[in-house]
């Protein structure tokens, strides 16, 4: 049986950890992209290595958010899907005037025609082919009892995670073998979040309380740090040289429950008040996804080339992750202000040109179902 929603009123906490996702998953960008992990001093590889479990967490907490509330929908997703691919290939287009003007000619290949295929945006890909299937899936989760629900994502966790977190160690890469892939692995996080959205007031382990959560995410951070310093000095003859940052994936077992208890954590956090400063945040949220697809466009690389060179020269600075949080809030500032001037111009035309389309294909889609 579904758990009765006692709580009507919206919960900003959500908007706020959507805001903190985002920028988890830009500090992992500045040090996965912008840095080489050998040029770094010892001290500078620890943090180093615990910042990469950023981006995976981010990632799992979104798709999360989303499980948490798109479960309950059964409507057709094609007006958000075509909102979606008009927001790749605005960025995508931007991205590539940058790099005419910054370094005066651009190539044109074939993922210049087909961005996310060729896996430019992987996440917003698996998210778009998500939303195609969240009918169904939707479906199975209403029609699936708690115990059934649970079973399954025991049943998937172990297969997804686990497995892959213990069998990795033979080849030093937690995402390896024939049942994982990061798309079958979202799903499973959709799952997830429409489980604790559904019985977060009837299930066992969910009805504690927040502090428990807090307890557990600072426990399994400690942990993410005990393996780091593990597989730093970890040296046998039967398995190959595991990276300090092997953890890292989403898949593995410590940033799944990094992940979960930070969610959570937010879910248990009632933010109801719509004070300034939510409001503030609420509006910030509404970007993110513009932040996501312009931090983190293809040719990103060849626009900010000298810079990434440039911040190489800080690799055994003890300014270092002075400079990551810096860098990370000044990238995380200028897409979000980018994100707000295409609203007021792009979009508005968007609005304009494709609002009778999308009715058109929403009259069509409806009369095929009657």
């Given at each position: 049986?579904?758990?009765?929603?006692?709580?009507?009123?919206?919960?900003?906490?959500?908007d706020?950890?959507r805001?903190?996702?985002?920028l988890?998953?830009?500090?992992?960008?500045?040090?996965?992209?912008?840095?080489?992990?050998?040029?770094?001093?010892?001290?500078?590889?620890?943090?180093?290595?615990?910042?990469?479990?950023?981006?995976e967490?981010?990632?799992?907490?979104?798709?999360?958010?989303?499980?948490?509330?798109?479960?309950?929908?059964?409507?057709?997703?094609?007006?958000?899907?075509?909102?979606?691919?008009?927001?790749?290939?605005?960025?995508?287009?931007?991205?590539?005037?940058?790099?005419?003007?910054?370094?005066?000619?651009?190539?044109?290949?074939?993922?210049?025609?087909?961005p996310?295929?060729?896996?430019y945006?992987?996440?917003?890909?698996?998210?778009?082919?998500?939303?195609?299937?969240?009918?169904?899936?939707?479906?199975?989760?209403?029609?699936?009892?708690?115990?059934?629900?649970?079973?399954l994502?025991?049943?998937?966790?172990i297969?997804?995670?686990?497995?892959?977190?213990?069998?990795?160690?033979?080849?030093a890469?937690?995402?390896?073998?024939?049942?994982?892939?990061?798309?079958?692995w979202?799903?499973?996080?959709?799952?997830?979040?429409?489980?604790?959205?559904?019985?977060?007031?009837?299930?066992?382990?969910?009805k504690?309380?927040?502090?428990?959560?807090?307890?557990?995410?600072?426990?399994?951070?400690?942990?993410?740090?005990?393996?780091i310093?593990?597989?730093?000095?970890?040296?046998?003859?039967?398995?190959?040289?595991?990276?300090?940052?092997?953890?890292?994936?989403?898949?593995?077992?410590?940033?799944?429950?990094?992940?979960?208890s930070?969610?959570?954590i937010?879910?248990?956090?009632?933010?109801?008040?719509?004070?300034?400063?939510?409001?503030?945040?609420?509006?910030?949220?509404?970007?993110?996804?513009?932040?996501?697809?312009?931090?983190?466009?293809?040719?990103?690389?060849?626009i900010?080339?000298d810079?990434?060179?440039?911040?190489?020269?800080?690799?055994?600075?003890?300014?270092?992750?002075?400079?990551?949080?810096?860098?990370?809030?000044?990238?995380?500032?200028?897409?979000?202000?980018?994100?707000?001037?295409?609203?007021?111009?792009?979009d508005?035309?968007?609005?304009?040109?494709?609002d009778?389309?999308?009715?058109?294909?929403?009259?069509?889609l409806?009369?095929?179902?009657?």
């Open positions: 049986m579904e758990a009765k929603k006692v709580e009507k009123q919206r919960n900003y906490s959500l706020l950890l805001v903190i996702a985002i988890m998953i830009i500090i992992f960008h500045v040090c996965y992209k912008a840095l080489i992990f050998n040029n770094l001093s010892e001290f500078n590889k620890l943090i180093v290595a615990f910042f990469l479990h950023f981006g967490i981010g990632v799992n907490l979104f798709m999360l958010i989303t499980g948490f509330f798109l479960y309950k929908s059964n409507s057709s997703k094609t007006t958000k899907i075509i909102r979606l691919i008009y927001d790749i290939w605005f960025y995508f287009i931007l991205n590539i005037i940058l790099c005419v003007i910054v370094k005066g000619s651009y190539v044109v290949t074939l993922s210049t025609f087909f996310t295929s060729l896996g945006f992987w996440y917003v890909t698996c998210y778009i082919c998500i939303l195609i299937f969240s009918p169904y899936l939707n479906l199975l989760i209403k029609n699936l009892e708690q115990k059934d629900h649970r079973r994502l025991i049943i998937s966790l297969i997804l995670s686990v497995i892959p977190t213990i069998s990795g160690l033979a080849i890469n937690v995402e390896n073998g024939q049942v994982y892939s990061r798309f079958i979202l799903i499973f996080m959709y799952f997830l979040g429409a489980y604790i959205s559904k019985y977060q007031e009837s299930d066992r382990l969910l504690n309380d927040r502090e428990f959560f807090i307890k557990f995410n600072i426990l399994s951070s400690f942990f993410a740090i005990i393996f310093f593990i597989f730093k000095y970890l040296s046998v003859s039967f398995m190959p040289k595991v990276p300090m940052f092997y953890m890292w994936p989403p898949n593995s077992i410590i940033v799944f429950l990094m992940s979960v930070l969610f959570i937010f879910v248990k956090t009632n933010l109801t008040k719509k004070t300034k400063a939510i409001k503030f945040i609420e509006k910030i949220s509404q970007h993110t996804l513009g932040i996501y697809l312009l931090h983190d466009a293809p040719y990103n690389y060849l900010f080339a810079c990434f060179i440039w911040f190489q020269g800080f690799s055994t600075s003890k300014n270092l992750v002075f400079l990551i949080v810096l860098i990370t809030i000044l990238v995380f500032v200028v897409s979000l202000i980018v994100s707000i001037i295409k609203k007021f111009t792009a508005r035309l968007y609005q304009v040109v494709f009778k389309i999308e009715q058109k294909l929403k009259k069509s409806n009369s095929s179902h009657l």
